[in-house]
């Protein structure tokens, strides 16, 4: 089956120890997102790309960095984690069409605890 | 800027009832779309149903459905003869029809199906 796979799901890391986070996806789609999902909120988009091109949101810190090396693979790169940034992230994709798409197929997410 | 609002934080239905969760939202856009996605506890988060706003007829996915009302600005979902894997958190979510692969979520609805 067509997926969106994260690894790993649960990830434990030191304060101040950098931490890269993976997606990939089987379903050739050419946008993929990075959400930061706290406990029982909507999940925050921290930035997204289009084919190669890097999309960030203005009020994502500069501790997260992200690389996407071809279509299938997606990295999220948090340089120095602090205690905030412990969170569910969780990858997404979407088949743009045109201007527009449509739903996004999100993957399991990764737990990310900063001890 | 658009503004995606969802008034109930929690609900409880029982099983077999039927729940309605209300989703509203603020745009000056004509072309646009609207998202019920679920999240259960400890899953990954899955689209329920989806709507185009030049649609006037109201989507309906077997006992999902919605209450799309163009003027209103609201898109509530339905769940018929809830059952008990009906249990998790549901975002509504909105995303404008061109130029832009962003959503705007809700801040979410936790629905508890009780047996």
């Known amino acids: 089956d067509a997926m969106v796979i994260q690894n790993p799901r649960y990830q434990v890391t030191q304060f101040g120890k950098p931490v890269t986070l993976s997606c990939s996806q089987t379903l050739n789609h050419n946008v993929m997102y990075w959400y930061q999902q706290k406990s029982s909120q909507a999940p925050k988009l921290l930035f997204h790309y289009y084919d190669k091109d890097f999309n960030n949101e203005a009020d994502t810190p500069d501790n997260f960095q992200s690389r996407r090396p071809n279509t299938s693979f997606c990295f999220l790169d948090i340089r120095s984690p602090g205690l905030g940034d412990a969170a569910m992230y969780l990858c997404?994709?979407?088949?743009?069409?045109?201007?527009?798409?449509?739903?996004?197929?999100f993957g399991p997410g990764t737990r990310l605890t900063v001890t | 800027a658009q503004t995606v609002t969802q008034s109930q934080p929690e609900m409880s239905v029982q099983e077999a009832e039927t729940v309605t969760l209300s989703c509203t939202y603020d745009t000056s856009e004509n072309n646009y779309y609207l998202f019920w996605y679920k999240q259960p506890p400890s899953r990954q988060m899955i689209l329920v149903i989806r709507?185009?706003?030049?649609?006037?007829q109201n989507a309906t996915e077997n006992r999902f459905s919605v209450n799309f009302q163009k003027a209103a600005k609201s898109f509530s979902l339905k769940i018929s003869d809830s059952q008990l894997g009906d249990t998790a958190m549901y975002f509504c979510a909105f995303m404008r029809g061109t130029g832009t692969y962003k959503y705007i979520f809700g801040t979410g609805t936790r629905l508890k199906v009780l047996a």
């Open positions: 709507q185009e706003a030049y649609k006037q």
């Open positions: 997404a994709t979407s088949r743009a069409l045109s201007a527009a798409t449509y739903e996004q197929y």
